[in-house]
């Protein structure tokens, strides 16, 4: 018998903490998972070594493990030295203290990646991981072909129900961007999976703003696309946007705990962006006839 | 000899295809047209025939010469992943030494794809597809040569998903790339063109 699955998205549970950075707080929950979220940073200008700077000062209160990266790794080339200028510079803190680098590919980026070891693609433009509660599906979105689609709905098959489903990829299926906007295309044809396969949150770069939707069909979108580069004005706020910052660069913290994603965006200047908790969309199987 | 992989993959490739571009028509208002028949699919399939057999051979070329290189596994020295790269990339130049355009895509597929191309882009989602080309910043003034690198710092034009889903699929080794109007047929590992198809797109995009 085919199962079919409704998803029944209670918006009285889901809240949102519109806090001052001195208000905000991560719970740092024993067991929760803590990472943040960077995209089109690999420009190896002064502001993505900022950016990094705030990153490692962040980390002292909120120890993150990992980061996710939303692709545009590095700009310009390919060469040893830039790996070194736009990567292993900027981070060499947070790599030398053994932080993990997760990186999807952006249309700046030689698919050559995938060998280079501190992106842990493991050789593959499209892969998947699991830390603790959150299996993360990450994509390559300049190319979202048969085989790759196959692939993601045979993973997002597989996980079950019991852990979060994050998705990262470059280009958003929902932004603001003035420069790019929404990947419409793209859009109608791996949204269907996230739906039926219950993804609950989805990360995304490409447009140099920092942007967090309004929940689309239950399933919470944020594009981060400024952690290097900017579009300083390049957000048209629209009816998609719940919150959105545009003047400066930004970088993402996020904790895991349970039911509740916690979130937390600051500037390079170490100003809070934008914060708040997401309760995790209550899914129920449909009755089956 | 070659590989006979074309049927079953083709298939696979045709027969999912056609299922995302149905669920797709839905999705976007049911503006798309039906799915491909199966006297359209069987018509596609004899005339990209010959095209997938000359990938099959040009992969075939490709692992023997990878074969004589060391194996390239995660590194975290980019130089190898780069010398590798260059060797793999020179490697083929010498196997291949006269590469041409039409080399691998026959002339019979070029019509196939030439109509793939002009049903996605003249029918009610050809918006949505210029859209995802601009949105995957085109490149106007970059020219690419068969047997040359991808020039390195050039971004990758997204290749719209849904006419990634007309076209045949291709083994892991290579990718559809879009430079200006043409299409371009790469070796991925060795960032080589390998073969192309000039002014393919229309040229307002």
Redesign the interface.
């Known amino acids: 018998m085919r199962k079919t699955r409704v998803l029944l998205l209670s918006f009285v549970s889901i809240f949102f903490l519109a806090a001052r950075a001195d208000e905000f707080r991560f719970p740092l929950k024993f067991g929760s998972v803590r990472f943040a979220a960077i995209g089109d940073m690999g420009t190896g200008d002064t502001p993505q070594y900022e950016v990094a700077q705030r990153m490692v000062a962040a980390r002292q209160n909120f120890p993150f493990e990992f980061v996710i990266m939303l692709g545009d790794n590095i ?6 030295r ?3 200028k736009k990567f292993e510079v900027p981070y060499k803190p947070l790599l030398d203290a053994g932080v993990k680098f997760y990186a999807s590919l952006g ?6 990646e995938r ?4 992106f842990n ?3 593959a433009t499209y892969y998947t991981f699991k830390k603790g509660n959150v299996r993360f599906y990450v994509l390559d ?7 790759q ?2 692939w993601l709905q045979k993973q997002l098959q597989e996980a079950g129900e019991g852990d979060w489903k994050i998705c990262y990829f470059h ?1 958003p299926l929902y932004s603001s961007g003035k420069t ?2 929404s ?4 859009r ?2 791996i ?2 999976l996230f739906i039926k396969y219950g993804v609950d949150a989805v990360f995304s770069g ?1 447009d140099h703003v920092y942007e967090r939707v309004k929940p689309e069909k239950g399933i919470y979108y944020f594009v981060e696309g400024s952690s290097g580069q900017l579009r300083a004005g390049g957000l048209a706020k629209s009816s998609i946007t719940d919150d959105g910052f545009d003047s400066d660069r930004t970088f993402m913290m996020i904790e895991i705990t349970g039911d509740e994603l916690y979130f937390q965006t600051l500037s390079r200047a170490g100003n809070q962006v934008d914060s708040g908790v997401l309760r995790r969309p209550v899914r129920t199987p449909a009755p089956t006839k | 000899m070659q590989t006979k992989r074309w049927p079953r993959h083709a298939s ?2 045709m027969l ?2 056609a299922v ?1 571009l149905f ?2 028509a839905a ?2 208002g049911g503006q798309n047209a039906a799915p491909p028949s199966s006297k359209e699919e069987a018509k596609n399939a004899a005339e990209f025939k010959e095209f997938l057999d000359r990938v099959q051979a040009y992969v075939n070329l490709h692992k023997t010469v990878a074969s004589s290189l060391p194996t ?8 190898k ?2 010398a ?2 260059q060797a793999l990339a020179r490697k083929i130049r010498e196997a291949r030494p006269h590469a041409k355009r039409g080399d691998i895509f026959s002339e019979k597929s070029v019509a196939a794809f030439r109509r793939a191309v002009r049903d996605e882009f003249e029918g009610a ?1 050809g918006r ?2 210029r ?2 080309i601009q ?3 085109p490149l106007k003034e970059v020219h690419v040569r068969i047997n040359e690198p991808y020039p ?2 050039v ?8 006419l ?2 007309r076209f045949p ?2 083994p892991d080794e290579v ?1 559809y790339r879009i430079v200006g109007r043409d299409l371009i047929l790469q070796d ?2 060795a ?1 080589l063109v390998i073969d192309s198809i000039h002014e393919i797109f229309p040229p307002a995009i």
């Not at chain 2, 971004?155 to 849904?162: L, Y």
């Open positions: 700009y310009g080339g390919s060469t040893p830039d790996f070194e249309n700046h980026d030689n698919p050559n060998f280079y070891k501190l693609m493991n050789e979105s300049n190319y979202m072909d048969a085989k689609l196959e280009h790019h906007g990947s419409i295309e793209l109608s044809l949204e269907p490409h | 696979q490739a999912l295809a995302l669920e797709r999705i976007v390239l596994k995660p590194t975290p020295l980019p130089e992943i780069n590798h790269e989602q949505l597809a859209k995802t949105q995957g910043e390195d710092g971004p990758f034009t997204t290749v719209p998903p849904t990634l889903l699929k291709l990718a991925v590992e960032n």
